[in-house]
């Protein structure tokens, strides 16, 4: 394993079993976790559900369909040096809290080429551990994610082998139930070799939260967006730009109950008002870092931001025949973190 954490946003290398990469994630987060994440309130809220019934019944979905993410589950567990009963509820949090602080908003821009840009929100209090690692797994897809101290891969965006990039945005239902935890279901698209394996895996799995998904891979032109709860999954393929923020939006959904915060409905509102502005989608990054509404803004650095959440990276990802070009910011106005461009890709 090897850490950069020199300078802004970290970056991480692991390779080796699923064990052995969670336990390298945990170590990375252990300091922040212990120093900041356990004294939460958010933390206090979902150890007092570690034992609900959804969480039982998690684990065992889990271990039944999943046993590599559980054995990934408790190398972190290890490598943060706390209890596996612990950690798993923490990676259920918004499987049985409407509530837990994820946040998020996503561009689609459709065309011959797609764009996926994204705004990672999230704990301000997590920043200084947060990181854009790069795994390799023994088994498995190798791939390049965003990551949160004290949680697994593949629920905020992330890039895999087979050229599929997937963003991800909290979704508040109120109506979660027994199935797999929303977290374990977007590690596994991480794993997942095309945009249709991601949707089967999505439609079909037993569900206990909520997720909005946005997919393209290398080669492809399409560009998908996916909203799934524990009853009910919606599929759309987008045609024209758009905007997904922290709600269920599709026609589909219209019935599902759910919590949209007022933030939540700024950054919607205001991101397609953006879009619908011009014949010509623009800039994804100005969308992303606009601040024209100061109370609600899309890019969120408030310290008293209604959701506890600030903007932790910004994302963009260009869709090409045979590659995808990608640059992670870590700050509004800032030069890219990270960049990767014209690197192939083997497409399906």
């Known amino acids: ?35 900041h994440l356990v ?31 559980l054995q990934e589950l408790s190398g972190l567990a290890d490598g943060l040096e706390l209890p596996f009963d612990e950690v798993f509820a923490w990676n259920c949090r918004g499987d049985v809290w409407a509530m837990a602080p994820d946040g998020c908003t996503t561009v689609q821009i459709p065309g011959s080429f797609p764009v996926i840009a994204h705004n990672e929100d999230g704990d301000p209090g997590l920043r200084s551990r947060c990181g854009l690692a790069t795994i390799t797994p023994d088994q498995g897809q190798p791939f390049t ?18 050229g599929l990039v997937l963003t991800v945005n909290n979704i508040r239902s109120t109506l979660a139930g027994d199935g797999l935890p929303r977290m374990v279901l977007s590690r596994a698209v991480l794993d997942c070799a ?37 009853a009910n999954c919606s599929i759309a393929e987008i045609t024209n730009p758009a905007v997904h923020a922290n709600h269920l939006v599709h026609v589909e959904m219209a019935s599902e109950p759910q919590i949209i915060t007022g933030s939540s409905g700024s ?8 879009l619908d502005a011009s014949d010509e989608p623009p800039a994804p990054l ?19 931001d209604p959701d506890n959440e600030n903007t932790l ?20 106005g800032s030069a890219a973190r990270f960049e990767n461009t014209g690197l192939k890709i083997a497409t399906m």
Request: glycine residues 8%.
């Open 39 to 69: 004294k939460t309130y958010a933390w206090a809220t979902v150890m007092a559900l570690r034992h609900d019934d959804r969480i039982r019944a998690a684990r065992s979905l889990g271990e039944e369909r999943y046993p590599q993410y």
């Open 313 to 332: 990276a910004t994302a963009v990802f260009k869709i090409g025949e045979d590659s995808v070009d990608w640059a992670v910011y870590d700050s509004a």
């Open 145 to 162: 994610a965003f990551v949160y101290p004290g949680s697994i891969p593949g629920h905020t965006f992330a890039i895999n082998g087979s």
């Open 286 to 304: 100005s969308v992303l870092w606009d601040q024209e509404q100061r109370i609600l803004p899309i890019y969120r650095a408030q310290p008293d």
């Open 194 to 230: 095309t945009i249709d394996a991601a949707l089967t895996l999505l439609s079909e799995a037993p569900r206990s939260g909520a997720f909005h998904f946005t997919l393209a891979q290398a080669g492809q032109s399409r560009l998908v967006s996916v909203e799934f709860t524990h």
């Open 1 to 35: 394993m090897s850490i950069d954490t020199d300078y802004r946003l970290a970056s991480l290398t692991l390779s080796g079993s699923h064990y052995d990469i969670g336990q390298g994630l945990g170590r990375h987060g252990a300091s922040l976790v212990h120093g």
């Open 267 to 274: 950054r919607q509102e205001r991101g397609q008002d953006i």
